[in-house]
């Protein structure tokens, strides 16, 4: 099992970074792939990002492509994202997720998930 924790959300303007964080317990941590997900007030869920156990394959959803970056460390249990050139539209709480297997853009396929992080964007 594992258990996960978000952090480094907050406010900022448009066109700035913020880069949010995943801590997660558990020995198994490398044997999961990651997702990031991120959720706007009245909207669905929707994907961001997603990292497989071994960092070597990425997706990202095309909203975000060429300014969001997912990783991992799976000496220390975290896998982060940072987010570059902001926008209003970035606005919504994140969230973490991790799967057995291989990595996914579906939300239904995540097991474990984080409480969230609220990201902010003014414009």
């Known amino acids: 099992q594992v258990q996960l924790g978000e952090s480094g959300g907050g406010s900022v303007q448009a066109g700035g970074s913020l880069r949010l964080s995943c801590a997660a317990s558990?020995?198994?941590?490398?044997?999961?792939?990651m997702g990031w997900f991120r959720q706007a007030p009245g909207k669905e869920r929707e994907f961001v990002a997603t990292?497989?156990?071994?960092?070597?394959?990425?997706y990202y959803a095309d909203s975000v492509k060429g300014r969001f970056t997912i990783s991992r460390d799976n000496t220390k249990n975290t896998v982060s994202l940072q987010m570059n050139i902001l926008k209003p539209d970035d606005t919504a709480v994140y969230y973490c997720?991790?799967?057995?297997?291989?990595?996914?853009?579906?939300?239904?396929?995540?097991?474990?998930w984080g409480q969230g992080t609220q990201v902010t964007v003014s414009s």
């Open positions: 997720a991790a799967k057995e297997g291989g990595t996914s853009r579906v939300s239904s396929e995540f097991v474990y």
């Open positions: 558990g020995r198994t941590f490398r044997s999961y792939a």
């Open positions: 990292i497989s156990w071994s960092g070597g394959i990425l």
